[in-house]
């Protein structure tokens, strides 16, 4: 678990990529659906990345692996990984959707720059303990919740602090 910086990738995350790639393909022939190189390319990029991606995030990766696919068909391929179940769809209210690899994730929270777009997981115990006492005040029983906390990521702040201000004061 990691934010959209993280680049490093260790043994342990190559070996559950290659079994998240062995499951889609385990899954597209389960489901008598076709195995074609775009859609194992598009699940590449989707699984081989920590960071949460947009459709248009997905087709910029596959140009720059000199891949290509059809807007259409990186939403039919991305539909089917979100059935899957490696792939897990959010809405982050952005006017588009999200997706990250599952691989398992223990539940988390987001953190998303309105700047640049950045999105960095958190979880903190706290928070989770929280949750429970507020439901309970209301006479809830909690299920699952979600948060996204939406603001100014660190480069960003310190690059718009060099920068005027929008509007005058
Ligand atoms: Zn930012
Ligand atoms: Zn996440």
């Known amino acids: 678990m990691s934010g959209d910086g993280a680049s490093t990738t260790s043994e342990e995350q190559v070996r559950a990529i290659a079994a998240d790639r062995a499951a889609f393909r385990s899954f597209l022939r ?11 390319a598009i699940a590449d990029v989707v699984l081989g990345t ?10 910029e990766m596959l140009r720059r692996s000199g891949a290509s696919a059809g ?23 952005e006017g ?14 987001h953190l998303l720059c309105s700047v640049c777009g950045r999105v960095t997981e958190f979880r903190d115990e706290r928070l989770e303990r929280m ?14 919740h979600r948060l996204v906390i939406y603001g100014l990521c660190g480069d960003c702040r ?8 929008l509007l005058p004061t």
Do not use: C, M, N, W
């Not at 389960?30 to 859609?39: C, E, F, G, I, Y």
């Not at 588009?96 to 929270?109: D, L, M, T």
């Open 131 to 144: 949750t429970t006492l507020l439901a309970e005040a209301h006479d809830f029983s909690r299920q699952r």
């Open 71 to 93: 807007t259409a068909t990186i939403y039919r391929t991305l539909e089917v990984l979100v059935r899957s179940g490696l792939v897990v769809e959010r809405d982050f209210g």
């Open 50 to 59: 920590e960071r949460h991606v947009s459709a248009e995030d997905v087709a």
């Open 30 to 40: 389960d489901h008598s659906l076709p195995v074609t190189a775009q859609r194992l």
């Open 158 to 165: 310190r690059g718009a602090a060099q920068r005027p201000p």
């Open 96 to 109: 588009f959707k999200r997706y990250e690899a599952s691989r398992g994730v223990p539940h988390h929270e």
